[in-house]
């Protein structure tokens, strides 16, 4: 019998049958509620053609909303690659053997995780001027916010996912001579980032929404190109937030489907093939004597 913990047990059938009627309660109260809003929406005209018949027009979406969606992916593409080096390097950091590396990287994830986002980015918009004498431009100030609150939170996840590696693995790795730094680079940090892979992806997800703050800088991006601003929702606030929240969800949906089919390759490549699992080890041949 195995010594590991159980987390979940299979539902039995009475289980079964009481995860199935919750499932129907729950759906049911979910479509009532959606009904209700819409309902609500209705009364007030909010679903009248005449509101929506600006979003059916060309120039709304060369003139608005493409634009702040193109400015939104640039930010969320820029920061998932400073965050993502930024949590590798400070995992590592955290894990080194040296006091005064582990020690201070800590305090710097610690200390990026504590501060909320929007006054990370307000305080590198208005704040560091004062410090190098010079502007900071919105894009930049929105990136390193991004960069360095998401870069921190994935540290972490770096760091859990390369303690979780089994440690019979690095000590192979220091019997065949690696050094602490190849052992991390060829053996631990590959593990890590495709065992934390979903956890990897639900913070960029994170990051791709946290875009919206940039509002706060006046950043042109996807909310205040197609929400704030008048010319883009002409009067009807609640009809462009609407178009702008699915625009959203199509997005983080397309990059949560890239990041399934990522998981899904990269399992199958880790796999040994069936034949070669399937062959017996070669058997010494025996010569007969005599």
């Known amino acids: ?59 709304t979406w060369t003139d608005f909303i493409l634009p702040g ?52 980015i307000f305080f590198i918009f208005y704040g560091v001027p004062f410090l190098i004498d010079g502007p900071v431009e919105a894009f930049w100030a929105v990136v390193v916010g991004l ?8 540290a972490e996840a770096f760091r859990a996912g390369i303690r979780a590696v089994p440690g019979g693995q690095s000590e192979a790795a220091y019997a065949v ?16 980032a495709r065992a934390m892979l979903p956890l990897i992806v639900s913070q960029l997800v994170v990051l791709l929404k946290d875009t919206a703050l940039g509002y706060i800088v006046a950043y042109p991006e996807l909310l205040q190109r197609g929400v704030n601003d ?25 990059l949560t489907l890239l990041a399934n089919w990522l998981d899904r390759r990269t399992k199958r490549q880790g796999r040994a093939p069936r034949e070669e699992a399937a062959a017996p080890p070669s058997a010494a041949v025996v010569e007969p004597q005599g």
């Not at 008048?230 to 397309?254: E, M, R």
């Open 69 to 120: 969606l193109w400015a939104t992916l640039k930010a969320a593409a820029t920061g998932m690659v400073l965050s993502l080096a930024f949590g590798i390097i400070f995992a590592v950091g955290r894990l080194s053997d040296h006091w005064w590396i582990s020690v201070p990287a800590g305090m710097v994830v610690e200390f990026f995780r504590a501060v909320p986002l929007l006054l990370m």
């Open 177 to 192: 001579g690696m050094r602490k730094g190849q052992v991390m680079q060829h053996i631990l940090v590959p593990q890590a």
């Open 147 to 154: 960069t360095l609150y998401n870069g921190s939170v994935l």
């Open 230 to 254: 008048l010319p883009a929702n002409y009067g009807n606030v609640v009809a462009a937030a609407i178009v702008v929240a699915a625009i959203y969800i199509v997005v983080n949906s397309l």
């Open 1 to 59: 019998m195995s010594d590991r913990t159980v987390l979940y047990d299979h539902p039995g059938p009475k289980a079964i049958r009481r995860n199935r009627i919750l499932t129907v309660v729950f759906g049911l109260a979910l479509i009532a509620l959606l009904w209700w809003v819409y309902s609500k929406f209705d009364e007030k005209g909010q679903f009248a053609g005449p509101l929506w018949e600006p979003f059916a027009k060309s120039g």
